[in-house]
Every structure is written in structure tokens, then in C-alpha cells.
Nanobody, 121 residues
Framework: QVQLVESGGGFVQPGGLLRLSCAAS????????IGWFRQVPGKEREGVSC????????YSYTSAKGRFTVSRDSAKNTVYLQMNAVKPEDTAVYYC??????????????WGQGTQVTVSS
């Protein structure tokens, strides 16, 4: 059974850091592109970052550029999103998703349940 489970969300002060994890089961992450997305109630979901399949190219979107870093630990079958210098506007539910084509172009066939990140003083 294919499953993605996010963890690591929580409350953090502006300027702080947080690391989100996306653990996969039922498939090998190395073969998939893994994207991070976020969504605020009432707004469209937006892409945050992505790491491609075997070649591990990374992409950052939106205001995450320069602050968030995506990485993969193949031994743990887990992808991480390191969030640095967080801002209140980073508050959202963060999701990871898997694209079996491996190219960060979508569509993403598998999604996790999401983890809440709240940035507030």
C-alpha cells in the first residue's frame, strides 16, 4: 500500500526554523519526484519545492526560494523540507506528494495527509 506521512509541523516564531519530514511506504522514493505543497484555507494550493527522481534535481517555488531546502535520505525512504527564516505568511498546511514520472512536473498521484505549520510570535 502506497502511503506518504508528513510530520514535523508545529508552532514556530518568525525567523525560526523547522524541518518537515515525508516518510514513504509501499514504494521507493528514489524512483519518484517528491513535491512539497502548502495550502491556506480559502486559497489555492501552491507548490513550495520539489526533488526529482534518480538525478535529485531540486526546485524551489514562491517565496520559499533561498529559505527552504528539500533533500532526500534514501536509506530512510524519507524526504525533508528544511524551513529557515520562516515568516508568518508561511503559515499553512504542508503536504508532500509523489510523482511516479520522477520529473517534478506532475501530476502527483499520491498525497500525504498534511502537517500544520504556524508561524507566530
Amino acid at each position: 500500500q502506497v502511503q506518504l506521512v508528513e510530520s514535523g509541523g508545529g508552532f514556530v516564531q518568525p525567523g525560526g526554523l523547522l524541518r518537515l519530514s515525508c516518510a514513504a511506504s509501499g514504494f521507493t522514493l528514489d524512483d519518484y519526484a517528491i513535491g512539497w505543497f502548502r495550502q491556506v484555507p480559502g486559497k489555492e494550493r501552491e507548490g513550495v519545492s520539489c526533488i526529482s527522481g534518480r538525478d535529485e534535481f531540486t526546485y524551489s517555488y514562491t517565496s520559499a526560494k533561498g529559505r527552504f531546502t528539500v533533500s532526500r535520505d534514501s536509506a530512510k525512504n524519507t524526504v525533508y523540507l528544511q524551513m529557515n527564516a520562516v515568516k508568518p505568511e508561511d503559515t499553512a498546511v504542508y503536504y508532500c506528494a509523489a510523482d511516479p514520472r520522477g520529473r517534478c512536473q506532475g501530476p502527483y498521484d499520491y498525497w500525504g495527509q498534511g502537517t500544520q505549520v504556524t508561524v507566530s510570535s
